[in-house]
């Protein structure tokens, strides 16, 4: 019985965490442009002009 109470609450802890884990990586997709096409160009592009302007 106590073994099937660890499993259970050592579950629950495992499925907060992911829930937690995936707000913030939905949280920061929005950061960084959503409506950019390719998000990985923006940040490339951002950087790009960062060096330019030193």
Same mark, same amino acid.
């Given at each position: 019985?106590?073994?099937?109470i660890? %499993?259970? %609450?050592f @579950? @629950? ?18 950061? %960084?442009?959503?409506?950019? &096409?390719?998000?990985?160009? &923006?940040?490339?592009? &951002?950087?790009?002009?960062?060096? &330019?302007?030193?």
């Open positions: 019985m106590a073994n099937i660890a %499993i259970i %609450i @579950s @629950s802890l495992a499925i907060v965490v992911v829930l937690i884990l995936y707000r913030k990586n939905k949280k920061d997709e929005k950061l %960084i442009n959503p409506n950019a &096409d390719d998000a990985v160009t &923006d940040v490339m592009m &951002d950087q790009h002009r960062r060096k &330019d302007k030193i």
